[in-house]
């Protein structure tokens, strides 16, 4: 059945370095991916998204990579900040679905 | 400022007891969603709505209802057959067939 999921439940960095965070799915038939960021007590904010017919995609400071051949998407931070600190989630929906299927989420966090 | 309010941010339930959490949006969004989150875990979704009047079951949708009178609203009563209702609910809404979901800011439901 349908998963996504997440290699990593948290991740550590230092300020100023970048951040990768990965995530994998099963559903070979998804066409569109899609990042949030979660901070504490707070609802899931969009970063960047993704359809199938790409393979990369940058906004500001952050790239998102899927990777269809063995079915990973990854989010790229660059020079991370402390703002930066949240829990990222990955979601991905399949062709057709009505809905998205959410992975677990990776805590990122941002070491002075 | 366009948005979706949610409301209370925090709500406690007594035994056997019936609360309703509200969910505003002034985006002229024309889907909504109830999602649930428990603590390290991903997005799950409970209700959704495409149009006024008509709303679908999620994934978890026994304990809960919904109702769609209004574009702007989509309560969600957390009924008494809900055993376990301590989680974080959030409330998003889309562009009808759009896979980009906007989150409010979440109600903490708590059980006394």
């Known amino acids: 059945g349908e998963s996504v999921g997440l290699h990593l439940p948290t991740l550590s960095v230092q300020e100023g370095d970048n951040s990768i965070i990965n995530c994998a799915y099963s559903?070979?038939?998804?066409?569109?991916f899609i990042w949030y960021k979660q901070e504490s007590g707070k609802g899931p904010q969009f970063i960047i998204d993704?359809?199938?017919?790409?393979d990369k995609r940058q906004g500001q400071r952050v790239t998102v990579l899927l990777n269809k051949t063995v079915k990973h998407l990854s989010l790229q931070i660059a020079a991370t900040q402390p703002g930066d600190s949240a829990v990222y989630f990955c979601?991905?929906?399949?062709?057709?679905?009505?809905?998205?299927?959410f992975g677990q989420g990776t805590r990122l966090t941002i070491n002075p | 400022d366009g948005g979706i309010t949610q409301s209370p941010k925090y709500l406690f339930r007594k035994e056997g007891q019936n609360v309703t959490l509200s969910c505003e949006q002034n985006?002229?969004?024309?889907?909504m969603y109830w999602y649930r989150q428990d603590p390290g875990q991903g997005l799950r979704l409970i209700y959704y709505?495409?149009?006024?009047?008509?709303?679908q079951k999620g994934d978890i949708a026994e304990g809960y209802s919904v109702s769609r009178e209004k574009k702007e609203s989509f309560p969600l009563t957390v009924t008494s057959a809900q055993k376990n209702p301590t989680a974080f609910y959030l409330c998003?809404?889309?562009?009808?067939?759009?896979?980009?979901?906007?989150f409010g800011s979440g109600t903490q439901l708590s059980v006394l």
């Open positions: 998003a809404s889309s562009i009808r067939h759009s896979e980009k979901l906007f």
């Open positions: 559903n070979s038939a998804s066409d569109y």
């Open positions: 993704i359809r199938s017919n790409m």
């Open positions: 979601a991905e929906k399949g062709q057709g679905a009505q809905k998205l299927v």
């Open positions: 985006l002229n969004h024309d889907a």
């Open positions: 709505s495409q149009i006024v009047n008509d709303f």
